[in-house]
């Protein structure tokens, strides 16, 4: 089982080569976006960060996305330095020059800033912050179901570091996505601190039992937008949805098994740890949640 695929994997799109990148203001060529070395995300993963998808024109639950954003800043004491409309404005402009109308993934970073010297201390950050937008043309291309894989690295407490937080600090999902690798998978699944089914290293995780839709309790995992919709969507259309503590056991057992996130939507699972989920294909429950989805977006 070597052919990995990723949660991420999209269609090879060379007009990538020549898109325009937003930094700090202003419109750069991918080869002349830089940023310094003296960097705080750089150099210490300081900052926060947001994924944003492009469908049919319309960024699809901006304000959602905003408020995550604006949120995590605070959280972690960083002053953007744009209002919620200027960082909408930024985004808009970085659409227009390079000319994207659908299918399209913005990647909007911001870092607490240049340092003065190479050290941790928060103060020593005294020009910035910086702020990057990039934006691919972005199809999702997932040639089969995805394998998961169960790894030591656990979604922890929050006062070690929230995993609700979108931070540039991605070491520990990093680290397990490397574990699932290693172990023939694509991607890893993560307990929480109590041994409970929590998330992959990289999306939300959903099992379907017995027409029941189960997901984690939330509190050891990112507060995934899309997540939130599909908890919705069940809800609105009486499919059973528990947010719940469920174990390995319950997961080998499950009929379906699919990610959420903001580039795949929902992706189905066809293996956890070497056993068969269900079919081992996309399954009925989430082919439904996939069109109540796509319905929701416009697509």
């Known amino acids: 089982m070597t052919d990995h695929v990723s949660t991420h994997q999209a269609e090879d799109d060379a007009r990538n080569e020549s898109i325009l990148i937003w930094v700090n203001g202003a419109l750069k060529p991918r080869d002349q976006a830089l940023v310094s070395v ?50 909408i404005a930024a985004i808009m402009e970085t659409q227009r ?19 003065t010297r190479p050290f941790q201390h928060p103060k020593l950050s005294q ?7 990039i934006m ?18 656990l979604r922890g407490l929050p006062m070690t570091q929230d995993p609700k937080l979108n931070s540039h600090s991605k070491l520990n999902c990093i680290l397990a996505c490397i574990a699932a690798e290693k172990a023939g998978a694509d991607e890893a699944l993560m307990l929480d601190v109590h041994g409970f089914v929590n998330t992959t290293n ?49 997961t080998y057992g499950a009929d379906e098994a699919f990610l959420t996130g903001t580039f ?4 189905p699972v066809g293996m956890i740890d070497g056993r068969r989920i269900g079919t081992g294909e996309m399954g009925p429950m989430t082919e439904r949640i996939r069109g109540l989805y796509k319905a929701l977006v416009g697509g």
């Open 202 to 250: 990289a999306c939300n995780f959903f099992i379907v039992r017995k027409g029941a839709v189960w997901t984690s309790t939330g509190d050891y995992c990112m507060n995934g937008i899309t997540r939130g919709k599909v908890i919705d969507l069940c809800r609105a259309n009486d499919i059973p949805v528990f947010e719940r503590n469920f174990s390995l056991v319950d």
């Open 38 to 87: 003296y960097d705080s995300g750089f150099m210490l993963g300081d900052g926060v960060w947001e994924g944003v998808r492009l469908y049919n024109g319309r960024w699809t639950f901006l304000d959602e996305h905003m408020d995550r954003l604006f949120e995590a800043a605070k959280a972690i004491d960083l002053e953007i330095g744009m209002t919620r409309d200027q960082v």
């Open 264 to 267: 795949g939507a929902q992706t």
């Open 97 to 115: 020059a390079n000319g994207m109308t659908t299918d399209a993934h913005a990647r909007l970073m911001v870092t607490r800033g240049v340092k």
């Open 136 to 153: 691919e043309h972005s199809r999702p291309n997932l040639p089969r179901p995805i394998r998961l894989a169960t790894v030591p690295h």
């Open 127 to 133: 020009r910035g912050p910086t702020m990057v937008i």
